[in-house]
């Protein structure tokens, strides 16, 4: 079965300071991989997603880079945090070949920045 | 640009009630409109989904009834019950664009015993 793991679980960093956030699928392959940013009591908003490795879109200009250095593992970095990057981040695939098909979510990271 | 709009924001329904949540959507080629469950620190997880080419589609107590020329679907949960509570979230997608999901701005949900 397909699992997807997402770490740390919460994370306090202080301004300025690098991020790197992991997000590993299993079972899979190929998968369609997203970051996304949930800002308390709102909604989910698309950071960046990737259909293959090292092919990232990013959905929205920001602080935040991703990257998929193999096929199973999608990386959110920040070279410098700011005070607006304090969220819940989900990491989350799809099957790439099935239409309109199920998302399948991470636990998230909970992310303060200070 | 917010593609899906939800509402209520929040929603507070007596147990063995129906909650209601409504969500409306601009681009019509979004063809999948799924709902999501999120608890409290945790990921989002599908409840139910529906495609456009039909217009109710229930498991259990709960019911997603779809217009498609009014452009809005909404969530039923019928019978509501306190293990119900949590943020649920509307979305919507087009196959061809990479299966990318787009989220209406979630409703928190609380069911009163």
């Keep these: 079965s397909q699992t997807i793991h997402q770490w740390p679980a919460t994370l306090v960093q202080p301004v300025g300071s690098p991020l790197s956030l992991e997000c590993t699928v299993e079972g899979t392959s190929n998968p369609n991989l997203y970051w996304y940013r ?3 009591g709102r909604g989910l908003q698309l950071l960046f997603y990737s259909v293959g490795i090292g092919q990232i879109s990013s959905e929205v200009p920001q602080n935040l880079s991703a990257s998929r250095p193999q096929d199973r593992q999608f990386i959110l970095s920040s070279k410098k945090l700011l005070l607006s990057d304090s969220g819940f981040y989900l990491c989350a695939w799809t099957e790439p070949l099935l239409m309109n098909t199920e998302a399948f979510f991470g636990q998230g990271t909970r992310l303060t920045v200070v | ?3 899906v709009k939800q509402s209520p924001q929040s ?3 007596q147990k063995g009630g129906i909650s209601i949540i409504n969500c409306a959507y601009e681009n019509t080629a979004f063809d999948y409109f799924p709902w999501y469950q999120q608890f409290p620190g945790k990921g989002p997880a599908l409840l139910i989904a529906i495609r456009p080419d039909v217009s109710e589609k229930k498991e259990g107590r709960f019911t997603i009834s779809f217009n498609k020329s009014a452009k809005q679907f909404s969530l039923h949960i019928m019978d509501s019950q306190p293990g119900d509570s949590a ?4 979305a919507a997608s087009r196959n061809n664009a990479g299966n990318m999901l787009t989220f209406g701005g ?3 949900l609380m069911v009163k015993p």
């Excluded at chain 2, 943020?87 to 509307?90: A, K, N």
């Design chain 1, 38 to 40: 949930q800002a308390a």
């Design chain 2, 11 to 13: 929603l507070i329904v």
């Design chain 2, 106 to 108: 979630g409703t928190r």
């Design chain 2, 87 to 90: 943020t649920y979230f509307c």
């Design chain 2, 1 to 3: 640009q917010q593609q």
